[in-house]
């Protein structure tokens, strides 16, 4: 399936939203594409680990990190964990670590930055909410498109699986 986020903002002006340029791309995908799966945690990466050991299904996880440039809540192990069980990208509010390995991950993932120093693991954090960064609110089961040119959230899917 190809798609465009140009041709979907053109084709679905009212309905989409999209995402101010905050995030670079770091994982092996540029394109991708899936349901919403949301986390918000600071500082602290136990749910994250949880969500990418479960089947992904396609889905985009989207990590509200509370813009923390203090540590990194994705790294190599699990963005190859959540590549193995099938989710589509990972979006994070925060920092990754393990940049190069991460470009070599069949994963879209979206940070703000790298950073060397690892999460806390208190597994402090709450799931299937609405989080709002990067100038969007992203609700569970909202649909994400992310390609070279940004990321934006769409009520739902916007393209047919062909």
Same mark, same amino acid.
């Given at each position: &399936?190809?798609?465009?986020?140009?041709?979907?903002?053109?084709?679905?002006?009212?309905?989409?939203?999209?995402?101010?340029?905050?995030?670079?791309?770091?994982?092996? #995908? @540029?394109?991708?594409?899936?349901?919403?799966?949301?986390? #918000?945690?600071?500082?602290?990466?136990?749910?994250?680990?949880? !969500?990418?050991?479960?089947?992904? /299904?396609?889905?985009?996880?989207?990590?509200?990190?509370?813009?923390? &440039? @203090? @540590?990194?809540?994705?790294?190599?192990?699990?963005?190859?964990?959540?590549?193995?069980?099938?989710?589509?990208?990972?979006?994070?509010?925060?920092?990754?670590?393990?940049?190069?390995?991460?470009?070599?991950?069949?994963?879209?993932?979206?940070?703000? !930055?790298?950073?060397? &120093? #690892?999460?806390? #693991?208190?597994?402090?954090?709450?799931?299937?909410?609405?989080?709002?960064?990067?100038?969007?609110?992203?609700?569970?089961?909202?649909?994400?498109?992310?390609? /070279?040119?940004?990321?934006?959230?769409?009520?739902?899917?916007?393209?047919?699986?062909?």
């Amino acid at each position: &399936m190809h798609y465009a986020t140009a041709d979907i903002c053109d084709d679905y002006p009212g309905e989409v939203e999209v995402a101010e340029p905050i995030l670079r791309h770091f994982g092996g #995908k @540029r394109r991708f594409h899936g349901e919403t799966v949301t986390i #918000k945690v600071y500082e602290d990466n136990v749910l994250v680990r949880q !969500a990418v050991e479960s089947p992904g /299904e396609g889905r985009v996880l989207v990590v509200d990190g509370g813009g923390s &440039m @203090r @540590r990194a809540l994705l790294g190599d192990r699990l963005g190859a964990m959540a590549a193995e069980n099938g989710w589509s990208g990972v979006i994070v509010n925060g920092c990754i670590r393990d940049s190069v390995e991460l470009a070599g991950t069949p994963l879209g993932v979206l940070a703000i !930055a790298a950073h060397p &120093m #690892k999460s806390n #693991k208190n597994g402090d954090g709450d799931q299937g909410m609405s989080v709002s960064f990067a100038g969007v609110a992203i609700r569970p089961r909202q649909y994400i498109y992310a390609d /070279e040119d940004g990321w934006l959230v769409a009520p739902k899917a916007l393209h047919s699986s062909q």
